[in-house]
């Protein structure tokens, strides 16, 4: 696949516009003038590998992710399979994605809703924070996106440390806990951002009816 650039040059105007396309594609260009000089050239860059969502850098958990320092709003894409369920942890001690804004997402394919994470600060021992984490859940043989909005970091690069965290019963959705019996009382801890997963097979084809109780305190 390549990227297409076509320039339009002249006395008093330059434009350029920028076309992707893949190899064995046709593109027509209709030039029309009103006098004086012009001219027209097109020239060919190959895409690079991780610049674009079908086009990811393929990594395994446990892999160091190395963003190269190309300025300000460059996407990234990465891509990973998970081995098993439980959660995907990245990590980056890095003071430019939190000053800067990154902007971190996690989808399954580019068409994709993005999903949820859990993003907390890395501190070192004096309470500094020296870097951030983002923590999602995966499901075993899934494939997942990996995205990254970088800023310019002065010329250093950024590491995302990964690895593999397995999930305890109730952290995800592989692991649901599960209810045994119609009329069981499933009790639901108070802490604040806690996510509790419970399975219930149906005993019989009709309506099931969950009463929740759920308040402050």
Known sequence: KH???????????????????????DIYMCVTTTGGRN????????????????MPIVFSLGEDIVIKDRGDDVMNYRQFTADNSGFAIFEAASQTVIENYWSIYFRTDCDSKTIDYVREDITDSKGNVVGRSY????????DYLFEIM????????????????????????????PIKQLGDTIKIDNTPESTVWHKYVADNTGFYTIYAKIGRG
């Open 135 to 142: 923590k999602i859940p995966v499901t075993a043989d899934t």
């Open 3 to 25: 990227v297409l650039y076509s320039r339009d040059g002249g006395n008093f105007m330059n434009a350029d516009n920028k076309y992707r396309l893949s190899e064995g594609e």
């Open 39 to 54: 001219s027209l050239a097109i020239t060919e860059k190959t895409i690079e590998e991780g610049d674009y969502c079908d």
């Open 150 to 177: 970088s800023f310019d970091n002065k010329g250093v690069d950024v590491v995302f440390k990964t690895h593999f965290e397995e999930a305890k019963q109730g952290d995800v959705c592989a692991t649901a806990i």
